[in-house]
């Protein structure tokens, strides 16, 4: 089957269209026919050698995998061939990816797909969405009437930390870069989306709060967003983080404020072999919640094919993209339900 | 009554005695004679303007104290005239201070004496205990069987600190500079204490955790120990600090951890007179706790009478001190128990 590769991860090797032989699953993996996968900033940062976590030669990238099962390894419960199956399962240390016609992964790490979703819309949800899940379910622990901001609303985690908080019963206010952002904020069910090019912390904590501050902050772009979030969060507040690396923020205001701050990275069952299973479960569960309507996902206009992948990092890169890029391999990725087997 | 005050807060100005006029308790106060205060780091920062936390004139210091029920206010409920109290429950913005033969306080931040210790042994345990009961059991949730690591085990905090993860039922080791500290720690539970001037991170997490990490690291000490607690930890771990402030460590080991780091600020109650009971609760739990033996007071040999409060901070800062540095200030301060009335 077809696949995307590169030479080396250095920013610079091109992928490459190969062929790669077709892996039988081991006793608790599947193998997928993939329909669709999308594309995150970590799978950048592996292609540039900055994330020193990707996969061995023949290096095929691609962590968001939808698609229909091909084959069930021999201990493998709850999955039959045929059944469409979505999940954040490769493309990285020791695990194949998903720029690929077929991938072989563990089936902890998938979940049923959606049937309401089509295979490209799956696609564009496991990774984001379970970081999301990680730091508002699993860490911050949000409660229902508490007020929680989001850095990035309309971006790849950020769209889903909007939804996910509104349907804790949180009180959502999230920070954009522009118009088209904020009314895509709004849709997706933010109270308030505020422009943080033309207003300060202080301004909207003030005008938004009362000056009393969120109880949550979720922080999905970094750099200067998380020394915002440490002022912006309330005495005895949370802050959970997806950009950790590389920051140095002064933890002063944390230490006056007796506030908590998370750093999540999703990608830790996978690097490390442990707890597989988790990733599974949030899918599962998220998958009902997109059934009920709580969730969807925004998805960039612009298409690509398996052999677009190049072009889809650097549209990423661009940074002009609204929501997720997704990546459209096999000829059912549109199709909505697929396939409608259990 | 007599008390200690100073005329500003800038390091220079002594402390002196004066005669301070009685006041009644409020609505949900009481007066509380006061047979002894302890020092604590955050009362020499109040001093030298380093926290800009300090009480109103006359300036009266002193955050933790026991002693004995001299008038109860109209509203407050459970405790009489008579029974000995203790709490850290004064000597900072808008509240009176322990270093005073009588101080009026917030009934809600105190709790009735550990019966087992006197007043000197209970005067030492309130911040500190309060400081180590939120980082281990508010916020890390320490679990059974889990591992923690304590730095400056044998320092005021960090003394609860082991015996309270010890208590918890998780396996202690902590971080000491000199062999008498060690042994002092092995007295208190430790399983390990390590000389950090002896051993590197990498070479202890090696050696005791083999190269896994910490469930937990409680940070008492700051500067470089932040930094080498997130070193320490493992991945999916915690850490709590009580000292962020001042600290920018470079947060990439907490992010390719997915770690979470706490910083615990135990004065919030009385900055902000808000869960002002939060104080009462833990310290009527941690008396349950000292009376069955988990816990006990770690103080220094030196004594200090309330006009020797100057010296007693001049020792403090000077880093002798083994253990808490405790005020005597009534005749009662000795007592063992004081007074039975209950």
């Not at 490459?16 to 599947?30: I, M, Y």
């Not at 983080?241 to 506030?259: E, F, I, Q, R, Y």
């Not at 889809?312 to 697929?338: M, Q, T, W």
Request: net charge negative; proline share 6%; charged share 25%.
């Amino acid at each position: 089957m077809k696949a995307m590769k590169l030479d080396a991860y250095d920013g610079k090797a091109p992928f490459e269209a190969f062929d790669k032989p077709d892996a039988e699953p081991g006793p608790n993996e599947v193998a997928i026919i993939v329909e669709a996968s999308s594309v995150n900033p970590v799978d950048l940062k592996i292609r540039q050698g900055a994330a020193p976590v990707g996969p061995d030669a023949p290096r095929v990238l691609g962590c968001d995998v939808a698609g229909e099962i091909a084959a069930v390894g021999e201990a493998v419960k709850g999955f039959r061939k045929g059944e469409a199956v979505y999940g954040c399962a490769g493309g990285v240390k020791g695990r194949d990816g998903a720029y690929s016609q077929r991938m072989v992964c563990d089936a902890r790490l998938v979940a049923h797909k959606p049937e309401s979703l089509s295979c490209r819309e799956a696609a564009a949800l496991p990774l984001v969405a379970i970081t999301a899940w990680e730091a508002l379910v699993d860490r911050a622990k949000v409660q229902p009437g508490e007020r929680v901001l989001v850095h990035g609303g309309a971006g790849g985690v950020g769209h889903i930390g909007v939804q996910l908080a509104r349907a804790m019963g949180a009180i959502v206010h999230t920070t954009v870069s522009s118009k088209e952002k904020a009314a895509i904020a709004y849709d997706l069910g933010a109270e308030r989306a505020i422009n943080y090019r033309e207003k300060s912390v202080n301004d909207y904590i003030d005008e938004e709060t009362g000056g009393e501050g969120y109880d949550v902050v979720f922080d999905t772009i970094g750099g200067p967003h998380l020394e915002k979030s440490l002022q912006a969060v309330k005495v005895n507040g949370r802050i959970v983080t997806t950009v950790g690396g590389g920051a140095s923020p002064d933890l002063g205001p944390l230490h006056m404020k007796n506030a908590r701050l998370d750093v999540v990275l999703m990608l830790i069952p996978m690097l490390y072999d442990q707890d597989l299973d988790l990733h599974g479960r949030i899918l599962t569960r998220l998958a009902r919640m997109i059934e009920s309507g709580s969730i969807k996902p925004l998805i960039d206009e612009r298409r690509f094919g398996l052999e677009d992948v190049g072009a889809a990092h650097e549209y990423l890169d661009s940074g002009d993209a609204i929501g997720k890029i997704v990546i459209d391999i096999g000829e059912n990725a549109d199709a909505r339900p697929f396939p409608p087997l259990r």
